[in-house]
């Protein structure tokens, strides 16, 4: 079984910032994509930022120049640095990860149980 656990969560005044840290545990081969998610009150999850094995990253346009994820390969971890964080911001992030757990099986898509941002005026 695999396991994500998130942690860095919490309040904080807009403009200011926050860093999300994701570990992943458990038997693991290989993690391609990491990413994080988020879903505010009423709306329905959105993806916020990715970065494959490589490196290669992608964000949403709406924290693009304000968030930067990355990951370490060893120790199965990613991040997201939150600078300038706006209200609009607020919401419970998730991280994701795509797992393989054995050579030659397929990668399963993995979930955290979320942190709490909360970012007020």
């Known amino acids: 079984q695999v396991q994500l656990v998130e942690s860095g969560g919490g309040w904080v005044q807009a403009g200011g910032s926050l860093r999300l840290s994701c570990a992943a545990s458990?038997?693991?081969?290989?993690?391609?994509?990491m990413a994080w998610y988020r879903q505010a009150l009423g709306k329905q999850r959105e993806l916020v930022a990715l970065?494959?094995?490589?490196?290669?990253?992608d964000y949403a346009a709406s924290v693009k120049g304000r968030f930067t994820i990355s990951r370490d390969n060893a120790k199965n971890t990613v991040s997201l640095q939150m600078n300038s964080l706006k209200p609009e911001d607020t919401a419970v992030y998730y991280c994701?990860?795509?797992?393989?757990?054995?050579?030659?099986?397929?990668?399963?898509?993995?979930w955290g149980e979320g942190t709490q941002v909360t970012v007020s005026f």
């Open positions: 458990g038997i693991i081969t290989n993690i391609g994509r």
């Open positions: 994701n990860a795509a797992v393989t757990t054995g050579w030659g099986t397929p990668a399963y898509d993995y």
């Open positions: 970065i494959f094995g490589g490196g290669s990253t």
